[in-house]
């Protein structure tokens, strides 16, 4: 079975930060874009930011300047480092391993930016 594992997520306050984790089968993390992606209620899951297995980043418009995303070969994990969080960053969080001809998704992990 393929899976990948998501950890981190929680409250948060507006402001704050917090670090998603995600860990994915190294024959897979080795050669797949990993990215983070987020849906909130009512809307279509969107693209946060990736990263190639050769280094390649991007992130979305409004992730630019707040959230980092970085991988570990040595674990075999993606990371996004999401700082000066606010309500509107609210949604389930997904990991996402992408190897062209085939695609994976992690279970999600919920990230409530409240008062």
């Known amino acids: 079975q393929v899976q990948l594992v998501e950890s981190g997520g929680g409250l948060v306050q507006p402001g704050g930060s917090l670090t998603l984790s995600c860990a994915a089968p190294?024959?897979?993390?080795?050669?797949?874009?990993m990215g983070w992606y987020r849906q909130a209620p009512g809307q279509k899951r969107e693209s946060v930011a990736t990263?190639?297995?050769?280094?390649?980043?991007y992130y979305a418009d409004s992730a630019k300047g707040r959230f980092t995303i970085s991988r570990d070969s040595a674990k075999n994990a993606v990371y996004l480092q999401m700082n000066s969080l606010k309500p509107e960053d609210t949604a389930v969080y997904y990991c996402?391993?992408?190897?062209?001809?085939?695609?994976?998704w992690g279970q999600g992990t919920q990230v409530t930016v409240s008062s």
């Open positions: 190294g024959s897979i993390f080795r050669l797949a874009t």
């Open positions: 996402n391993a992408d190897l062209g001809i085939s695609g994976y």
């Open positions: 990263i190639t297995s050769g280094g390649r980043i």
